[in-house]
């Protein structure tokens, strides 16, 4: 993993996320955020919106992804644990926090959510390798757990995503001699398993609206590493 690689990268993004155009889609933001709140479905109103503003897929996928309805922020703010208590055991939903790490530490774009959550558009669909990124993240993973002193990580990964295997066995290699338990699940339906879950660590949505509690550990880490500075925000 000598070769550098970007996470998430797209020429096309300077553009895309250039000042002029996060104008336009605060503006689209707020039209998509009035539309949700009263029962429009998510896709159409994303169509209809990126449509009129002509918007690339990678702008309409942002938007989506940073916008929830005031129903759904304000459950998930509820449901947050601010601070793992000592001895805590966490479920980490594994791509889904490994991947939104390797895009922040690629200098790619990322997003402060309307929840709190930060999210990616690195889109892999199905598709991993381990890049340069990936021990960073799991080092920044291991530093944020040791703070808070928990007992316990369970990493949840998702059997049919090629390299999970991989990416389980570097996980147990890090946290080998840390001073918390770790387990790696490789496993299909990993958000079946992590909704009826409590001290949840994702930004997916569903999994966010249906388990027990859910900690913010992405923006935590981003937060101890001065990164949160260049989320985007877009809303």
């Known amino acids: 993993m000598n070769k550098i690689t970007k996470r998430g990268f797209v020429p096309e993004d300077a553009a895309y996320f250039a000042p002029e155009a996060i104008i336009k889609m605060k503006k689209a933001a707020h039209e998509i955020l009035f539309l949700l709140n009263r029962g429009y479905s998510v ?38 644990i601010r601070t793992p208590e000592p001895g805590a055991v966490l479920n980490i939903d594994g791509f889904n926090t490994i991947i939104t790490l390797e895009v922040a530490f690629s200098d790619s774009p990322f997003f402060e959510c309307m929840d709190g959550t930060v999210r990616d558009i690195a889109g892999l669909r199905g598709t991993y390798r381990l890049i340069d990124k990936t021990d960073p993240a799991l080092s920044a993973i291991g530093s944020v757990l040791e703070k808070h002193r928990i007992k316990q990580a369970n990493f949840y990964l998702d059997a049919p995503v090629s390299n999970s295997g991989r ?9 080998a001699s840390a001073p918390f338990d770790t387990e790696v699940f490789v496993i299909n339906h990993v958000d079946q398993v992590l909704c009826g879950l409590d001290h949840v660590v994702t930004h997916d949505s569903v999994i966010l609206d249906h388990c027990g509690s859910w900690y ?3 923006r935590e880490v981003l937060e101890d590493k001065g990164l949160m500075d260049r989320a985007i925000r877009i809303w």
């Open 43 to 80: 896709s159409k109103v994303s169509t209809f919106v990126g449509n009129h503003y002509l918007f690339s897929e990678r702008q309409r996928m942002a938007l989506v992804r940073s916008v929830s309805t005031d129903r759904e922020t304000a459950a998930r703010i509820r449901k947050q």
């Open 167 to 175: 990416l389980g066995q570097r996980i147990r290699e890090t946290f």
């Open 216 to 218: 913010n550990l992405v």
